[in-house]
Structures are given as C-alpha cells and as structure tokens.
C-alpha cells in the first residue's frame, strides 16, 4: 500500500487522473451507481487549478455532494468511503477531496446552493458516472473575500489571486462590480457584510493584474435613474 504524501499537491493532470479513479470507483458500488450520475459542486483550488488556470496546483478539492444523495446516511457513507479508498491506493492524504465547505453553508441553503450551481452549468469534470459542477461564483467570490479578511495561516497570495480572477469572470467584459454588491454577499443571511480590508486588497490586485476597474463604488442618479462610476480618468460611466 502506498504511503499517504500529505502535503502532496494535485496539477490539474493529477486532478483528472485521481478523479477518474473515483468515477471508476462509483462503477464498482452497486449503491451509488443506484443513483449514478453523482453530482458534486466545487469552488476554491479546483477551479482555480482546472478552470480558471491562476494556479497550477492546489492541496484538495472541496466540494458539496448532490443534497438529495446526502441526505441519505448510506449513500453518504459509502461516497466517503471510495473517496477514502481512492486515497489508501493512490498515496493520498484522506482529505484529498473533503465537503469541510459543508461548515460555510448553513443546512437549509446547501440545496439552494447546490441547484443554482447546477443551472450555472459550468461543469468543471465530467466521467460516466459523476459530474462536478463550479459552484456558484459569487458565493465563490463570497467565501475568498472573507478568508482574505482573517488570519488563517495560509499563503494571502493565494486567496487573492482567486479573488480577482472570480472578479473577472463575474464582470467578464462588461462595467466593474459594484462595491455595494461585493459587501452585501451573503450566502447564510446572517447579515454580516463582507469586510473592506478584502475587497479592497482585490480592486488594488485586480488594477494591477488587467489595468482596469474590477471592483468601483457606485452612485445612483435620480435625475437619470441610472447608476454611474468614475473610471481612471475620473469620467462618470453610467449603467
């Protein structure tokens, strides 16, 4: 048996490999192919790494499994189980792929979460038997801009470039993001805003990368009943 590398880091080659010995896995379970495809939704590394392309590796996959094939202890188990197996026989630490997202998404949202994410319909891997979709985006940009504003012991670097990449493809070729709009992320409702030390680290980040607004404050027009920015050059841009 191979001996678990844990601080072993997945390129996305390594990703595809390790994922097609878990959709190979699923084939081999009479109780999941019942329910076969599975889905999973993912956001951090994984889509940095296989989506996105800001990175080139990243530690584990997060991910949520499908909530209707959670909800069930025995489907739920034996999906920890392969995943597990998957790491005794590859050398994989046992956290390699792990739902500790499960922690950020109150209950009653995680299926909310799951099906808006499913619609999105970016699908970041797809085998015969399971089909891992990118969770929805602007909660992806949600959860970075919080780590961005605690003292977690992890590389900053890293959770800002995830940040301004999230930010272009949420703005892809159109106006800036509106700061009103990043701070009001809030995927539980606990009426927290997102803290300004993160959004701003991006927008600075973010000019700096493309050489343009990713992040602006806004102010709305009553005459025109339109909302409108300054650019670089200090013009108004309405919307």
């Known amino acids: 048996?191979?001996?678990?590398?844990?601080?072993?880091?997945?390129?996305?080659?390594?990703?595809?490999?390790?994922?097609?010995?878990?959709?190979?896995?699923?084939?081999?379970?009479?109780?999941?192919?019942?329910?076969?495809?599975?889905?999973?939704?993912t956001i951090g590394g994984m889509l940095a790494v296989s989506l996105f392309g800001n990175r080139s590796t990243t530690k584990d996959i997060d991910f949520l499994l499908d909530p209707s094939v959670d909800a069930v202890d025995e489907y739920r188990a034996e999906a920890l189980k392969i995943i597990r197996g998957v790491a005794r026989k590859s050398g994989f630490s046992n956290n390699w792929m792990n739902d500790e997202l499960r922690i950020f998404i109150g209950g009653t949202q995680r299926l909310?979460?799951?099906?808006?994410?499913?619609?999105?319909?970016?699908?970041?891997?797809?085998?015969?038997?399971?089909?891992?979709?990118?969770?929805?985006?602007?909660?992806?940009?949600?959860?970075?801009?919080?780590?961005?504003?605690?003292?977690?012991?992890?590389?900053?670097?890293?959770?800002?470039?995830?940040?301004?990449?999230?930010?272009?493809?949420?703005?892809?070729?159109?106006?800036?993001?509106?700061l009103a709009y990043v701070r009001?992320?809030?995927?539980?409702?606990?009426?927290?805003?997102?803290?300004?030390?993160?959004?701003?680290?991006?927008?600075?980040?973010?000019?700096?990368?493309?050489?343009?607004q990713g992040i602006v404050e806004m102010t709305w027009d009553p005459l025109v009943k339109r909302a409108y920015y300054h650019n670089l050059n200090n013009g108004a841009v309405f919307i």
């Open 1 to 41: 048996m191979p001996t678990p590398r844990r601080d072993r880091l997945f390129t996305r080659e390594d990703i595809n490999q390790a994922l097609s010995q878990l959709d190979d896995a699923i084939e081999a379970s009479e109780l999941l192919m019942s329910v076969a495809p599975i889905r999973f939704i």
């Open 112 to 178: 909310n979460l799951f099906l808006q994410s499913v619609k999105q319909g970016v699908i970041v891997y797809k085998g015969r038997n399971m089909t891992i979709y990118a969770g929805r985006l602007d909660f992806a940009l949600e959860r970075k801009l919080r780590r961005l504003n605690e003292k977690l012991g992890r590389p900053r670097e890293l959770d800002l470039s995830d940040a301004v990449t999230l930010v272009h493809w949420l703005k892809r070729d159109g106006h800036p993001l509106s």
């Open 184 to 212: 009001s992320l809030d995927e539980n409702g606990l009426g927290i805003p997102v803290g300004d030390a993160g959004i701003e680290a991006t927008a600075r980040e973010y000019l700096a990368v493309y050489g343009t």
